[in-house]
Nanobody, 128 residues
Framework: QVQPVESGGGLVQAGGSLRLSCTISDGTFSAYDMGWFRQAPGKEREFVGA????????AYADSVKGRFTISTANARNAVYLQMNNLKPEDTAVYYCAASRRYTSSNDLPSLEYEYPYWGQGTQVTVSS
């Protein structure tokens, strides 16, 4: 059973940075596309970004473009979400997810149902 595990959340002031990490247990990292989602209080979970395991193709939600960057470290079975210039509206539980839906194509999954494997989430709080 593939199990993503997130880490790196915390409390940061607006304008600050955080880096989230996600590792996969019981799986071959290169077999999956990796996505990041977030869920703010009272809101639905939303797509943040995704990457091919190679890191050669990434996609981002408009709300985080230019501020967030996804990268991979295949030797560590890890994917990272670097978040810069954080805003209070970025406050949410951030989830890492894995998918094999489009691993044979150049497409990246961006919808919740396209990801069968999910981490438990890590809280990110941005104070104003």
């Amino acid at each position: 059973q593939v199990q993503p595990v997130e880490s790196g959340g915390g409390l940061v002031q607006a304008g600050g940075s955080l880096r989230l990490s996600c590792t996969i247990s019981d799986g071959t990292f290169s077999a999956y596309d990796m996505g990041w989602f977030r869920q703010a209080p009272g809101k639905e979970r939303e797509f943040v970004g995704a990457t091919k395991w190679s890191g050669m193709s990434t996609a981002y939600a408009d709300s985080v473009k230019g501020r967030f960057t996804i990268s991979t470290a295949n030797a560590r079975n890890a994917v990272y979400l670097q978040m810069n210039n954080l805003k209070p509206e970025d406050t949410a539980v951030y989830y890492c997810a894995a998918s094999r839906r489009y691993t044979s194509s150049n497409d990246l999954p961006s919808l919740e149902y396209e990801y069968p494997y999910w981490g438990q989430g890590t809280q990110v709080t941005v104070s104003s």
